[in-house]
């Protein structure tokens, strides 16, 4: 059974991907029964030099066209950005196409009136490959764990930041140098803006947060703070400490509402997201009946990412050949979304300080009244290279945030350096 596919974009995910669906296409009959026949591919330069070809009567560089062409049955959305992807994709459903993208900025800012479209036309909109790459997230989410009561969702899903922290953890490389390296080796982009100040990362904790608690979070709910500022002595100190930083999406439900955030955090040596290194993605599900789930593996590259694009065609060229009317896998509802300083958190403060009797007193009284609590303090140094380094208890991050500022104005306080919130589930 044969049906047409179109693919807006013949970069990395849709070079991949049309390499594979030709490559492949007698593998994909035999696994699947199903006849997926490329018929357009949309780029936007026909004369850009390619490291794979695009068969001269497939590629074009009118996408809306191609959208319309009524031998595509299906259209793929793989060019990335909200505009004009935004559009086409809107264009595709309204004509009753289905369709299949990898892009979570997309998702993210547009997914609750995309979704509503695809239902009013009783066709799907499938995003696998649009969180963690080639990891099976989404449809864990929202198929297998549909009638769970999920609670927190909690991982790393930038590829780039984690191979950049992980290798200024290792080999005590600078920020700037480790983001040179990622760009290199390929890894991170020319512009790799999205991805060290956290955008990249909270646009999948929108997905994922809407998905896993059925309220539909905007990216612009999701609190974002990226890597740019983290310090090679910082990660120097974690370690001694026993921590690993890495950038988290961690998405939480309770009684209160529902949350998304995305920043650096501190993670225990011993909690299984400090082994995840390189361009890796990892994501723990929790719920009460299921317990703790984790998925791990490449969150970035063109294999995977078409792979994870492939399976969401094979399920919409079915839905398509049974002629389904398709329901939306997660219905969304409004809910209490809470505000960022209501969230309990736990904080690494770096001080540089006066070394002399009393000090320690003065800054833990700024906490104190704050009402931050304490957990462990250390002294580097001594005179006036004196840092101190402090790890709080659990706190509300707006009193974290207080303290923090009050202790700016201490006479004793010559530098607040560096603070960066920390994952523990102890107390
Ligand atoms: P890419 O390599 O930059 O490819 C984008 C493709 O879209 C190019 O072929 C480009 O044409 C085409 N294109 C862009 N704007 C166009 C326009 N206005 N009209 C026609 N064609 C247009 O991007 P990518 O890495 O494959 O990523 C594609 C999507 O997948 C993005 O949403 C990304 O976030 C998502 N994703 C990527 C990865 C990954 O590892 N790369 C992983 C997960 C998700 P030209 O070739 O002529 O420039
Ligand atoms: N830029 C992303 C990352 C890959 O580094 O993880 C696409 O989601």
Redesign the pocket.
């Known amino acids: 059974m044969k049906v047409g596919i179109g693919i807006?974009?013949?970069?990395?995910?849709?070079?991949?991907l049309l390499q594979y669906l030709i490559d492949e296409k007698a593998a994909i009959v035999a696994k699947t029964g199903l006849e997926l026949e490329v018929r357009r591919v949309?780029?936007?330069?026909?004369s850009?030099a390619?490291t794979f070809t695009i068969p001269a009567d497939l590629i074009t560089?009118q996408?809306a066209q191609l959208v319309d062409d009524p031998a595509i049955d299906l259209v793929v959305?793989?060019?990335?950005?909200r505009d004009?992807?935004g559009d086409l994709v809107l264009r595709a459903l309204q004509a009753g196409k289905p369709v299949v993208?990898?892009?979570?900025?997309?998702v993210a800012a547009r997914g609750a009136e995309l979704i509503q479209r695809a239902e009013e036309k009783g066709v799907s909109l499938l995003f696998e490959?649009?969180v963690g790459?080639g990891i099976p997230i989404i449809r864990p989410l929202s198929e297998s764990l549909a009638g769970e009561r999920i609670t927190r969702v909690l991982g790393i899903v930038n590829?780039t930041t984690n191979y950049i922290l992980s290798r200024m953890s290792d080999e005590n490389l600078s920020f700037a140098d480790a983001l040179e390296e990622a760009q290199v080796l390929g890894f991170a982009?020319a512009d790799p803006t999205a991805d060290i100040s956290g955008a990249?990362a909270a646009a999948k904790a929108a997905i994922l947060a809407s998905l896993a608690f059925g309220t539909w979070i905007s990216v612009d709910s999701v609190f974002r703070e990226g890597i740019e500022s983290l310090e090679p002595i910082d990660m120097r100190f974690a370690g001694d400490l026993g921590y690993l930083p890495k950038l988290l999406a961690v998405c939480e439900e309770t009684a209160e509402g529902v949350s998304a955030r995305v920043h650096p955090t501190l993670v225990p040596l011993d909690h299984p997201l400090a082994s995840v290194r390189g361009a890796h993605n990892a994501v723990f599900v929790e719920g009460p009946q299921v317990g703790e789930l984790l998925f791990m593996g490449p969150?970035?590259?063109?294999g995977?990412?078409a792979t994870?694009v492939l399976g969401d065609v094979i399920d919409a060229a079915r839905e398509l050949l049974a002629e389904a009317q398709v329901a939306p896998r997660i219905r969304f509802a409004p809910g209490r979304l809470r505000d960022f300083g209501e969230i309990e958190t736990k904080w690494y403060v770096r001080l540089e300080v006066t070394d002399a009797p009393g000090v320690l007193a003065k800054i833990a009284g700024v906490f104190g009244e704050a009402g931050v609590s304490i957990k462990s303090v250390w002294q580097e140094g001594r005179g006036d290279d004196a840092t101190l380094l402090m790890i709080t208890h659990d706190a509300l991050e707006a009193n974290q945030r207080a303290a923090v500022a009050a202790l700016h104005s201490l006479d004793v306080v010559t530098e607040v350096a560096a603070t960066i919130r920390v994952q523990s589930d102890e107390p």
């Open positions: 807006l974009g013949g970069g990395t995910v849709g070079g991949s949309a780029v936007r330069s026909l850009k390619r560089d996408p959305e793989v060019m990335g950005g004009p992807a993208t990898a892009n979570k900025e997309l490959a649009a790459g590829g982009e990249d969150g970035a590259g063109g995977p990412t994870a």
